[in-house]
Every structure is written in C-alpha cells, then in structure tokens.
C-alpha cells in the first residue's frame, strides 16, 4: 500500500437521471443529493453485480423531504449506522446542513444534546431539537413505482416484465426502518433515499440482482 488517501468529488449538479445503491445500505459508499433527486424520477439502481430501472410517474417523488435532508447530514458522520454521532462532530454536521457553528453555540448544543456527557448525540435527540415538529408538518404520502429488470433469470418464472406498486413514505422514522435491515434488496436500496419508505408490490418483490 502507498499509504495515500484518495477522495473523489461527486456530481456538481443535478442530473437528469438518479442513482442509488445496495453499497450505499451495506455502508461501501455515499451517493450525493444530486444523483439521489433527479430533475425526473427515474433512477438506475445498482446491486452488487447488476443493475435495473426504477421510475414513478409523479413528478414530485424525486424531491428531497426535511427529514431526509437531516438524517443525510448526519448519516455521514454515523459511519457504522448506529444511530449515534460523536459530540465532537456536531460542528460538521451543522456545517453541512448551513447552518450557525459558532463556538459558543456549539459547547451550548453539546451540553444540551449530551447531558450525561457521555460523547454521542443521538439522531432522535438531534432531530427533535434542530428540526422540531418535522414529523408533524410531513404528511404520509404515497405515490406508483415501477421496476424493470431485463435478466429473465431474475424475474419470477422467467418472465421479464415491468412490475409495479404503491410506495408509501410514512412521516415517523425509527430504527427498524434503517436500509441496513430492511428485510429485501430493492427495499435498502431505497431507504437510502427515502428512509421511511414501505411498499405493496403487485406481483412480487422483484429482484435487483
């Protein structure tokens, strides 16, 4: 090994078409906003050695919710997905979202999101006190998704179809809904976008593989 470190930028803008992830859930990369909300809502999705096509036919599914603006900032410092952050990275995670890092507003919102200065600040508690009422202004949303995968051998008795369903994006997040432990692919795949998101396929859970 050279020993150097590399960090690769990501795409500046928005893009036409979105992209997401199994190795974003199993914690191997972060796909960027841009490529998470797309100008439409069509996205290519990856699994670990294929990929397929998801789309919705509204319009407005590709937009980014509050919440998701807020969880992604603080995911990236909750490198092993456990709910949790270093107090010490509380300043960045502001950063990221633009907003005040003052130092003394930082030792104020360190004491206050860890009081037993125990040198983590919970995603709930971090939640509650820089987005309050999030929740209450969301509502529970639903909206078509259809997913096409051209491998015959992936799809159920060989068929290669267009499969659809009704996605719901429900306003409570908890933990049970975090992508690493979704109980499919396709589902962690787009919980990396849309945390709170479950869904009622018509035929099946397809196959991203």
Not at 139 to 157: D, K, M, V, W
Not at 158 to 186: C, H, K, Q, W
């Amino acid at each position: 090994s050279s020993g150097i470190n590399a960090e690769y930028g990501g795409i500046i803008e928005q893009s036409e078409v979105g992209y997401l992830t199994l190795l974003e859930a199993l914690r191997f990369c972060q796909v960027g906003e841009n490529l998470k909300c797309p100008k439409f809502p069509i996205w290519v999705l990856g699994s670990e050695s294929h990929t397929t096509l998801l789309f919705s036919t509204d319009t407005a599914v590709s937009a980014r919710s509050p919440l998701q603006n807020a969880k992604a900032a603080f995911d990236q410092f909750d490198v092993e997905g456990n709910g949790f952050i270093p107090t010490t990275d509380l300043p960045k995670v502001l950063e990221h979202l633009q907003m005040v890092t003052d130092d003394d507003y930082i030792s104020f919102m360190r004491d206050r999101l860890d009081p037993d200065s125990s040198g983590i600040i919970l995603f709930p508690a971090f939640l509650e006190e820089f987005f309050p009422g999030v929740n209450q202004d969301m509502q529970e949303r639903q909206f078509p998704l259809f997913h096409y995968n051209g491998l015959a051998q992936s799809n159920i008795e060989g068929r290669v179809e267009l499969r659809g369903g009704v996605a719901t994006v429900y306003v409570e997040y908890n933990s049970l809904m975090d992508a690493g432990t979704a109980p499919n692919s396709i589902l962690r795949v787009l919980r990396t976008k849309w945390p709170t998101i479950e869904i009622q396929w018509e035929s099946g859970v397809p196959s991203i593989d």
